[in-house]
């Protein structure tokens, strides 16, 4: 998987609702398509995505089929505490990517 | 079937064509088409109706026309804006009637058009050709304010001098930032020759510059031939940031030249932000464009499908797979002209066949092109499969620089045929 572009406010006061920004770039191949001989092409996408704010889930998707390309993935969090915000994206193939942000809430 | 029978089919045909005209004919002695809008769709149809022996009256408010192809040369700094602008000399000697105003609404029940100074004008039909306006309600930070700091020059004319004068006037080694909306918008091409010719003008007297082109797609057309060329002629001076990198702009703070994205802000020395746009004002007064801000028509007629007796050409109308360009436009219009006249005369046009051709320049002497063949589908116009194709990938310059030329005679032969 390519680097993911995240978009997380670098601080945000205590009890603020914060916008996240995702993008993955993935072809996210829905496995139905047939190339020119005819083949079908197997399905790869990213299955599932899935956020944690200091080691606590707060947020996932489970992805199918007809998601588009390039999945860009937005939601809004309630900054609490300073910390570490991970991001994880699984695909068909099994492999997960985790990229993580930091933010400072005062 | 019997010589018998056909004769009477084709009776039968005559007999109702003079039933559909008759109306005309008693109601007015010669119908009247008025044309609003004159660019390449409205000067052309003026003209082309104007021959095929109709009464025309073309309304446009300005006194010269000011072409859009061809202006990225004048950003570039190779050429001056005098050599785009065009009178309305040639078709006031022909004959046809010009009215120098602003349509300011048109009554569709009445047929009726009424001017900034109050007067009234009546048709049998319409024929709206305005081009487009720029969105100022979709961009945040971009209105009509923020163009004077941050121009579109996507309307030929102040805003493209103003462009290549902030160019002029910025350091060496200062930022060029360029948004580029999502389709539909005029000339498809048109973000990514300017992007070409902007990064040849940097390269060549401010070579400590930079382009960046943050883009709301991933797709645009001839985007091999591009980017074939970028990667030999720019590869210091063009950074391509497709939406799937975050290229989609969310917003523009014109007072410090900022271009907001999903992921980054840009702050830039001379920022060239082309915002989403529409058809022209009037087509939205006179209801004949939808919620998509462009207007509906019927392939067959370029009849407009909200307002009978309207036709739309050129930008303004959802051509389908037909590109919003100068060269499209031009082509709507002749046929259009004749298919008004036909209907005028109680006739059935026949189907369409539709050509486009684009040139871009991805230098002054690099020339690259895109042709297509259309016809009525689906409500639209749709490619013909096999038909049209675009320049060669990795040809040897000579062919490049051919294609520069032919640009070039394009540009003459079309200026002439709807202004000279």
């Given at each position: ?5 995240i ?5 945000a006061?205590r ?7 995702t ?5 996210m ?9 005819g083949?079908i ?12 704010y ?10 199918f089929?007809?998601m ?14 300073s ?20 933010i400072?809430?005062e | 079937m019997?010589l ?7 009776g ?7 039933v ?18 004159g660019g390449f ?5 003026a003209?082309f ?30 050429r ?13 000697s022909?004959?046809i ?15 009726r058009?009424t ?12 024929i709206?050709?305005?081009g ?7 961009l ?23 462009l ?8 060496d ?6 948004s580029v909306?999502?389709?539909p918008?005029?000339?498809?091409p048109?973000?990514y ?18 382009l ?17 060329a970028?990667?030999?002629l ?9 939406l ?17 994205t999903e992921?980054s802000?840009?702050?830039?020395a001379?920022?060239n ?7 022209g ?24 499908k909200?307002r ?21 436009a ?14 005028l ?7 369409p ?17 895109v ?12 490619d013909?499969?096999g ?19 032919y ?8 200026t002439?045929e709807?202004?000279?």
């Amino acid at each position: 998987m390519a680097r993911a572009l995240i978009n997380v406010p670098a601080k945000a006061k205590r009890g603020d609702i914060i916008e996240i920004k995702t993008l993955m770039s993935h072809p996210m191949e829905t496995g139905f398509r047939p190339t020119q001989e005819g083949k079908i092409i197997p399905r790869d996408i990213i299955n599932r995505f899935v956020c944690t704010y200091d080691g606590v889930a707060v947020f996932s998707v489970d992805l199918f089929p007809a998601m588009s390309a390039n999945p860009f993935i937005s939601f809004t969090l309630r900054a609490t505490n300073s910390g570490v915000i991970t991001f994880s994206w699984t695909d068909d193939k099994g492999e997960t990517q985790v990229q993580t942000a930091s933010i400072e809430v005062e | 079937m019997s010589l018998t029978d056909r004769r009477q089919i084709l009776g039968g045909l005559a007999a109702t064509a003079t039933v559909l005209g008759a109306p005309y004919v008693s109601a007015q002695a010669q119908p009247h088409v008025i044309v609003i809008g004159g660019g390449f769709g409205g000067a052309t149809c003026a003209r082309f109706l104007h021959r095929a022996g109709i009464k025309v009256t073309l309304i446009e408010e300005n006194a010269t026309y000011t072409s859009c192809p061809f202006s990225n040369l004048v950003i570039h700094g190779s050429r001056e804006i005098s050599a785009q602008q065009f009178s309305y000399d040639a078709l006031k000697s022909e004959g046809i009637t010009i009215v120098a105003q602003r349509a300011q609404s048109v009554d569709g029940d009445a047929r009726r058009v009424t001017l900034n100074d109050g007067t009234t004008l009546t048709y049998d039909r319409l024929i709206l050709s305005p081009g487009i306006d720029m969105r100022f309600d979709a961009l945040p930070g971009y209105d009509a304010a923020s163009a004077e700091l941050m121009p579109h020059a996507w309307k030929a004319g102040a805003q493209t001098v103003l462009l290549r004068r902030q160019l002029e006037a910025m350091e060496d080694g200062g930022l060029v930032v360029m948004s580029v909306p999502a389709n539909p918008y005029r000339c498809p091409p048109g973000p990514y020759e300017r992007a070409s010719l902007i990064a040849h003008y940097l390269k060549t007297k401010k070579p400590k510059s930079k382009l960046i082109v943050l883009d709301a797609k991933d797709q645009f057309s001839k985007q091999k031939l591009f980017q074939e060329a970028w990667a030999n002629l720019y590869p210091d001076h063009l950074e391509y940031v497709p939406l799937a990198a975050g290229g989609k702009t969310t917003e523009v703070i014109a007072s410090d030249k900022t271009v907001v994205t999903e992921f980054s802000r840009y702050t830039a020395a001379v920022a060239n932000i082309i915002p989403p746009q529409q058809a022209g004002k009037i087509a939205q007064l006179a209801g004949a464009a939808d919620r998509t801000g462009w207007c509906p028509i019927d392939p067959m007629t370029f009849e407009s499908k909200l307002r009978p007796n309207m036709h739309v050409i050129g930008d303004a109308a959802i051509m389908g797979a037909m590109p919003k360009s100068a060269f499209a436009a031009n082509a709507q219009a002749k046929l259009c002209a004749q298919t008004v006249a036909q209907l005028l005369r109680g006739e059935t046009p026949a189907e369409p066949k539709l050509v486009n051709t684009c040139y871009s320049l991805v230098a002054p002497d690099y020339g690259i092109s895109v042709a297509g063949v259309y016809r009525p589908g689906n409500g639209v116009f749709v490619d013909i499969e096999g038909a049209g194709g675009t320049s060669p990938l990795t040809a040897p310059q000579d062919v490049r620089t051919r294609e520069a030329a032919y640009s070039n005679a394009w540009f003459g032969i079309i200026t002439a045929e709807v202004f000279g």
